[in-house]
């Protein structure tokens, strides 16, 4: 049997232009005879058949022998392996079909003497393509890619391992996958069936020098996206913002984003939306990073150069995070260059780092390994200084694909700083963490994830004039199984279970010597569960209306073996009338809690919601909620934290915080994605938010509950963000102006509580912040970098008075945190020397020459009073940690 194919009536060219008439008159002619041609054909061409268990093809060849019919089909498309039975007497042809094809996916048009067959669509049919999106240069797996069919409004994002999965209406569609920094993927595909389709993306040479670079198509998934109050930065971004002695610095970077403060000069820790530095939760490959800072607070722990992805969630928290009352810091670390062996690295002023990355197992897997270390000591030794400092880290992580279905990864992260003041006393403190991972893809719609993860971070201090050793630290075991399953093209869930073991060793004191004199001492240990099971769903009501929905169920168990102590009234802190302070109750009694045994148990509903309503294809407006239970207390009465700072677990004494946050939002993409706006409005409470009384002992304290009472705590402002995307000049402006409070009420404990019961201004409230970071390209050899920083100072008491008691002065002071520093601002600049490349030349390199704080501001650290021994008055003294200062390093690539 021949294939068939048919052809249109033409008008012969040699005739002049027909009038209409005689259209009209032609067009009913032909309209008449093919009418009467197929009345008569479906009338006089009759068909008898009697086959069972036939073949399709051999009824065809019956049927064009006994009529002047041919068949006209695509045999790949149909796909005809099915057996058919028919029994027709003297049955025209029309009526032959009809019973030939019923039931079946096929079906039929008659074209004059054709028939024509054809898969027959199903309007209810919907298939659903998968795969997992990669870097073509090093298959690094690329988590936050667009996936979209173009045309509609189907599309969503990779996850946090490269894997997308969307379901549509079967039928062709092409499909465009974008991401930041990279040329987008176009390719029309036949949505037939469920199909696998791995993807890898080409770097844009055209757009590596932009600070951010945005896709077009990724920007309108963002706005339709309910995901709000999310920051996220690459490498190349953080690379290029100036930052102090050309140390490139992940916390940094983050704090010239709205809504984030830093929580001093110099220091690695950060403020989120008017929180305490404790209610972040930092995770670098899911493990939790209790202490993110090098060299007490000048630099932060994170190697740019072992750094895939950087998000901080400052609101609408997926339900998957917990455990935190303000934030979540996500930083995931590169899986390594599974293509070919590379070499990436730097030499800065105090430290130089290496970065070694290839692929192994077979090319069925990759490597990474990157280390850094400081050479401070070096320059104090030149300078005859007896003082030392330095520190170290290492970031370890391979994987290996066991076929397309399981991957397995392992990665790790060892620190450590060390610091010797003249002999006075040596400080040592680090983190340790492990995962081990397995990605196992069930199906194209089920992909899941397990995690056993262990964290622990220690400190040392040694004092060998008391011949004191000082230890302590906190450990937590990790296992998590989250699942994603993309239902349809209009519901994503995702839903899964955690649970940590902790071990806190709040201090240990042991003497040096045997003849120091020490006795000693070991303050108790505590132990506790925490676990959490929660379920999510994304929802796409409409093309223009999108909701996220979540719950999060958490549970705490403060466990033995421990002994308490047991207060009248059940209270540990009273308040004495007659002086007007607050002290330590004593005890009346004890409990010995033992192995396991429960000492207390706390439970809470975790809701979470977020709606996104697209406006037009340019902006959204956006709207959040999420309730946050953090169980883990940080034991600080600084500003910033401190190696030496303890964290608690909640308990008899200490109950958990439970934090509110609402946001709303409008956002907006004009001149053609170049720029776009983010404004944003929040409001957030905390309850059981710990507060200090006056003259706190939180050193070595084994009875922490005598030194604190229980308050609340709230924030709320306003964020704006403007950001120029595309051409040689690229960066952003931020602002916010915020409120953060505190209140401490006594309670219980009698009194008015701290300052009076009235709301006072927290440590980290900043009322304006404003910031800006631009980058320039000059040429392919230049590319210029800034960095403007303006911030109203941080709360701070000063004295307001003295008096004289026994021949001694003693000072009064104001109500607690009604003054401030001084504001503070600066500027930093940056620029890059990139020699012309040679393209035949492995090795790459580039000049990058700083200057932090270039109009060198003496910005205020704290600030002192004391008396002036000469004269008597008093006076007060500004301590400031950096002029200006500038740097060099030199970056290279291999």
């Known amino acids: 049997m021949k294939s068939k194919h048919f052809t249109g009536i033409l008008w012969p060219k040699s005739l002049s232009k027909p009038s209409f008439l005689m259209k009209l008159s032609f067009f009913f002619f032909v309209f008449s005879s093919f009418h009467l041609f197929a009345i008569n054909s479906f009338s006089q061409n009759k068909v008898t058949l009697n086959i069972q268990k036939g ?4 009824i065809m060849s019956n049927i064009e022998g006994q009529t002047p019919y041919n068949f006209v089909f695509n045999n790949d498309e149909l796909n005809i392996k099915d057996k058919f039975d028919i029994n027709v007497i003297d049955e025209n042809i029309d009526r032959t079909l009809k019973l030939l094809f019923h039931s079946t996916h096929i079906t039929y048009t008659i074209k004059n003497k054709y028939i024509v067959l054809s898969k027959a669509k199903n309007q209810n049919a919907k298939y659903t393509i998968s795969g997992v999106v990669k870097d073509v240069a090093n298959g690094e797996t690329l988590l936050g890619a667009t996936v979209l069919l173009k045309g509609t409004s189907i599309g969503s994002t990779t996850n946090e391992y490269g894997f997308y999965s969307i379901t549509a209406p079967e039928g062709n569609y092409t499909l465009i996958i974008s991401y930041l920094g990279f040329t987008t993927f176009e390719r029309a595909i036949n949505l037939s069936s469920d199909q696998r389709l791995d993807i890898e993306l080409k770097e844009d040479a055209a757009q590596l020098d932009e600070v951010v670079i945005t896709a077009e198509e990724s920007k309108k998934v963002d706005l339709s996206t309910p995901q709000m109050s999310v920051a996220k930065l690459s490498t190349k971004d953080i690379k290029q913002i100036p930052v102090v002695l050309g140390e490139v610095d992940l916390i940094k970077s983050i704090q010239l984003l709205p809504g984030v403060t830093n929580a001093g000069e110099g220091a690695s820790g950060f403020n989120v939306r008017g929180g305490a530095e404790d209610q972040n939760l930092i995770l670098l490959d899911e493990a939790i990073i209790y202490n993110a800072s090098h060299l007490f607070g000048f630099f932060s722990i994170f190697n740019a150069d072992a750094i895939k992805d950087v998000k901080l969630y400052k609101g609408g928290i997926p339900a998957r995070f917990g455990g935190r009352a303000s934030s979540v810091l996500d930083i995931r670390q590169k899986d390594g260059n599974s293509k070919e062996f590379g070499l990436t690295g730097g030499i800065g002023a105090i430290s130089s780092r290496l970065a070694a990355e290839g692929p192994m197992f077979k090319d069925k897997g990759s490597f990474l390994i990157a280390g850094r270390a400081s050479y401070v000591d070096i320059f104090l030794a030149l300078a005859d200084e007896s003082s030392r400092a330095g520190f170290y880290d290492l970031n370890l992580k ?34 340790l ?44 075991y990790n296992i998590r199984y989250d699942v994603g399953y993309y239902a349809s093209d209009k519901l994503k869930f995702d839903f ?58 958490s549970y705490f168990n403060r466990l033995g073996e421990q002994t308490l102590n047991n207060y009248t009234n059940k209270l540990p802190v009273v308040y004495n009338e007659e002086l007007g302070i607050y002290e330590r109750a004593d005890p009346i009694s004890d409990t010995n809690y033992g192995k396991g045994k429960s000492i207390a148990t706390f439970n809470n509903l975790e809701p979470r919601f977020a709606l996104s309503y697209q406006l037009n294809e340019k902006s959204s407006f956006k709207a959040s909620y999420n309730r946050m239970a953090q169980y883990l207390h940080l034991i600080s009465n600084t500003t910033s934290a401190t190696p030496l700072d303890v964290w608690a677990p909640s308990g008899k004494f200490i109950k958990p915080q439970i934090a509110d946050q609402y946001a709303v939002g409008y956002f907006r993409n004009f001149r053609e994605n170049m720029f776009s706006i983010e ?33 609340e705590a709230r924030a709320y402002g306003l964020e704006f963000l403007l950001r120029k995307n595309k051409g040689d000049f690229t960066g952003w402006v931020s602002y916010t102006l915020s409120k953060s409070q505190q209140r401490t009420p006594g309670g219980a404990a009698g009194g008015l509580g701290i300052n009076n019961g009235k709301w006072y201004n927290s440590n980290w409230d900043r009322t304006h912040d404003f910031s800006f970071t631009g980058s320039y390209k000059l040429n392919e050899k230049w590319r210029f970098g800034a960095s403007m920083v303006f911030q109203t100072g941080r709360p701070v008491t000063y004295p307001n008075g003295q008096f004289i008691y026994n021949g001694l002065s003693v000072a009064t002071y104001s109500e607690r945190n009604a003054d401030r520093l001084p504001a503070y601002h600066r500027l930093d600049l940056s620029a890059t020397l990139t020699p012309r490349k040679n393209k035949n030349r492995k090795w790459q390199g580039e000049w990058v020459f700083g200057i932090y704080n270039a109009y060198s501001r003496s910005n205020a650290a704290s600030i002192s009073f004391g008396q002036n021994q000469e004269t008597g008055v008093t006076e007060a003294t500004r301590t400031a940690i950096f002029g200006i200062v500038p740097s060099v390093t030199y970056n290279f690539k291999f």
Do not use: C
């Open 55 to 58: 073949s399709l093809e051999s």
């Open 433 to 476: 963490s492990g995962n081990l991972r397995w990605n196992h893809i069930f199906n194209n719609k089920l992909f899941s994830n397990v995690s056993l993860i262990y964290s622990r971070y220690n400190y040392n201090l040694e004092i060998p004039t008391e011949g004191i050793d000082w230890t302590s630290d906190i450990s937590n």
């Open 398 to 431: 391979t994987n290996y694909e066991i076929d397309g279905k399981n991957k397995l990864y392992l990665s790790g992260y060892l620190g450590n700083d060390n610091f010797n003041l003249g002999g006075l006393f040596t400080n040592s403190y680090g983190n």
């Open 496 to 553: 899964g279970v955690n649970g940590i073991y902790y071990n806190f060793n709040p201090g240990k004191l042991n003497p040096l010597d045997a003849n120091s004199g020490v006795n000693p001492e070991k303050l108790d240990d505590k132990f506790a569960l925490e676990a959490g099971v929660y379920a999510g769903l994304e929802h796409k009501i409409s093309d223009k209306l999108t909701a996220q929905y979540g719950l999060r169920f």
């Open 679 to 711: 404004t944003e409005a929040y409001y957030k409470t905390i309850d059981n938010r710990v507060d200090y009384i006056n003259g706190a002992e939180l050193v070595a304290q084994n009875t922490i509950e005598t030194e604190i009472l229980i308050g």
